[in-house]
């Protein structure tokens, strides 16, 4: 027990917000440095009735990614993985591929390997995978186009800084020219890396919340029994 992982305050805050899916006022029984196991946590759970199952999930769910991974500071990719209690059935894997479709407005590509089954579009990808403790759906995507427009930027201004630098240093051709083509392709560097980063807050934050919600909506499937969507 000695090895076992404990939470810190903000860590048991958020299990229990994941796994009540608000804000808990249920009180801290360790301090804050020393933490809480995951044992702990789920006997104050008992008490007011959170399962234990939903706290060990929203635990789990802490090493996954979440949300929106940055590079160099800026949004170029969304993920949201959601743990499932069980197999999506045949009708349920078909209605969330028609919430994908018309979620993201794309076809996409179906395709099932074994057990894991999987819709893409490009870089837009739903996985539905089994794991040690049972399935999960793994939701992301990467802003490919603004990446490259992002590395072209870069490769621009990396080349007329060298030209600058050569210029002064009076190295590899006349100063003036070697000057005059920095002040001309250095603003073009800088507009195509801003072509690609000045859309990405907006992107991530659209992308974010409609995972969001098709993660909500594959909660709402799994609280039915598994022959219930095929009644409906």
Do not use: Y
């Not at 006997?43 to 996954?64: F, T």
Request: glycine fraction near 12%; charge should be negative; aromatic fraction near 4%.
């Amino acid at each position: 027990m000695d090895g076992e992982r404990r939470f810190s305050e903000a860590e048991v805050e958020e299990i229990l917000r994941r796994a009540t899916d608000r804000k808990s006022g249920l009180p801290a029984r360790r301090d804050a440095q020393e933490g809480m196991t995951l044992g702990e946590l789920q006997e104050i759970g008992d008490q007011v009735g959170i399962p234990a199952e939903a706290l060990a999930d929203a635990a789990r769910s802490l090493d996954r990614p979440q949300g929106i991974q940055r590079t160099l500071g800026l949004p170029l990719t969304v993920e949201r993985t959601v743990t499932l209690s069980r197999d999506l059935t045949d009708l349920e894997w078909e209605l969330l591929v028609g919430d994908l479709r018309e979620t993201f407005r794309a076809r996409g590509k179906v395709q099932q390997l074994g057990r894991l089954r999987q819709w893409t579009n490009g870089n837009l990808h739903a996985l539905v995978e089994p794991t040690q403790d049972g399935f999960r759906l793994r939701l992301g995507t990467t802003k490919g186009d603004a990446r490259q427009l992002m590395a072209a930027g870069g490769v621009i201004l990396t080349f007329v800084t060298l030209l600058a630098v050569l210029g002064l240093l009076g190295v590899g051709g006349e100063p003036e020219k070697l000057l005059r083509a920095f002040s001309i392709l250095g603003p073009v560097g800088v507009a195509v890396f801003a072509a690609g980063a000045i859309r990405l807050p907006g992107w991530a934050r659209t992308r974010e919340a409609q995972m969001d919600a098709i993660a909500e909506r594959v909660k709402g499937m799994m609280a039915l029994p598994p022959g219930d969507a095929e009644s409906e």
